[in-house]
């Protein structure tokens, strides 16, 4: 009796012969599958990818049902699909063999310290620029890139590739620089292009004192989830502009916290989420205004 219990176990609930092997194996694709939805998760390709998974949804729901024109139709839909996902993720897909060629899989897989305390830096150093351009009255206008790649904005300006400091940001909004008329673009935490052109608003109810400046700013904030910092040349205020809304006459002390709740919230939950120590050693590594 016991043997037939015993066969009849192994026969119907084959999960109970999983080795350890195969747990890990569950465990590193999991991850992976994991860490790559996590960094669609802001984008608009992260939007697309959710789009795809309902048509392949739709896809087996018409072939379960026997929904022969339906089937056809998506299953050339989705064979076409290949190349304009391609085309669509081609930002994604450019900056994640990037950092597989630049770095170790550790680093493309997990967070690392350091960019949690480059942006630490970059945010200190931002504020100290911004307090003495504000007195100053010296025009400056900063993107801080999260999830949405900006290498097309980058394109239009200088490429840069340099830490964030006080002094090196008040050169390059100075009003005699040649690039002092353009935005300067953080990622993660590094200066990674100045000099560059960003999109103006299309919001057609924004207040007509608004100079180019703040319009760029806002524009920048509408066409992305960067985070804006103004400050205008003419009365010396500092703006900040977020999902499309501007935020100004901010403190310095304001700034800082409102740069650190926007941009050290996602390395906070990265760390919490991503460092795991035995997977990391198996990768190698880890609207309203009116100035301008």
Known sequence: MLDMVQIFVQSNFPL?????????????LSFVIYKLLWMLRKTSSGRVLRGVLMLLLAMVLSTALHLTATSFLLNRVMELGILVLVILFQPEIRHFLERVGSSSLGLVFASAREQGEEM???????????T????????????????NLLDDIIKTGTPLDCSVSSELLKNLFWNKAPLHD??????????VGAGC???????????RDL?????????????????????SEETGSISAAVGGLLKR????ETLE???????????????????????????????????R
């Open 16 to 28: 109970i012969r999983i080795q350890w092997n195969d747990l890990l194996d569950i465990a590193i």
């Open 132 to 147: 003495d351009m504000s007195r100053d009255k010296v025009g400056a206008l900063m993107v801080f890139e999260r999830q």
């Open 249 to 252: 006459h901010l403190a310095p």
């Open 197 to 207: 052109m960003l999109p103006l608003s299309s919001n057609v109810n924004l207040s």
């Open 257 to 291: 916290q409102l740069l650190r709740n926007e941009l050290m919230s996602d390395k906070k939950e990265e760390r919490k989420t991503a460092q795991i120590p035995w997977l990391g050693q198996l990768f190698g590594g880890n609207r309203k205004g009116g100035d």
């Open 182 to 191: 353009g935005a300067v673009i953080v990622r993660k935490g590094r200066i």
């Open 120 to 130: 630490e830096t970059a945010i200190q150093q931002t504020t100290e620029a911004y």
């Open 211 to 231: 100079g180019m400046r703040h319009r760029a700013g806002i524009g920048m904030s509408e066409h992305s989830d960067a985070v804006v910092v103004i400050v």
